[in-house]
């Protein structure tokens, strides 16, 4: 059992920066791959960024590829989400995942736990 719980959202304007964080409980936290994915209203929860269970493998959405950055701290059972240039389209609610699976890993159906979300809005 892993419970997630995130941190760090909140209201910037288009340009500015935001860092997420989500600490998880636990002892088996690097045995999981971690995601990043967001919801806005109306739409599907969709993928935004994961990184591998040692933190030497991240893969993005070609939407924020360039400008997010996806990083974790094994030792603080925690992973976090920099965000620079956001834009907008970048407002929705945020939430981190962890999966005990090697495939599909842009799935939300392929992570097991979930944290309750933070939210993030960006102003133009």
């Known amino acids: 059992q892993v419970q997630l719980v995130e941190s760090g959202g909140g209201l910037v304007q288009a340009g500015g920066s935001l860092r997420l964080s989500c600490a998880a409980s636990?002892?088996?936290?690097?045995?999981?791959?971690m995601g990043w994915f967001r919801q806005a209203p109306g739409t599907e929860r969709e993928f935004v960024a994961r990184i591998s269970r040692s933190g030497g493998s991240t893969y993005y959405a070609d939407s924020v590829k360039g400008r997010f950055t996806v990083t974790r701290d094994n030792a603080k059972n925690t992973v976090y989400l920099q965000m620079n240039s956001l834009k907008p389209e970048d407002t929705a609610v945020y939430y981190c995942?962890?999966?005990?699976?090697?495939?599909?890993?842009?799935?939300?159906?392929?992570?097991?736990?979930w944290g309750q979300g933070t939210q993030v809005t960006v102003s133009s």
């Open positions: 636990g002892r088996t936290f690097s045995s999981y791959v």
């Open positions: 995942a962890a999966s005990p699976n090697t495939y599909d890993l842009g799935k939300a159906t392929q992570y097991d736990y």
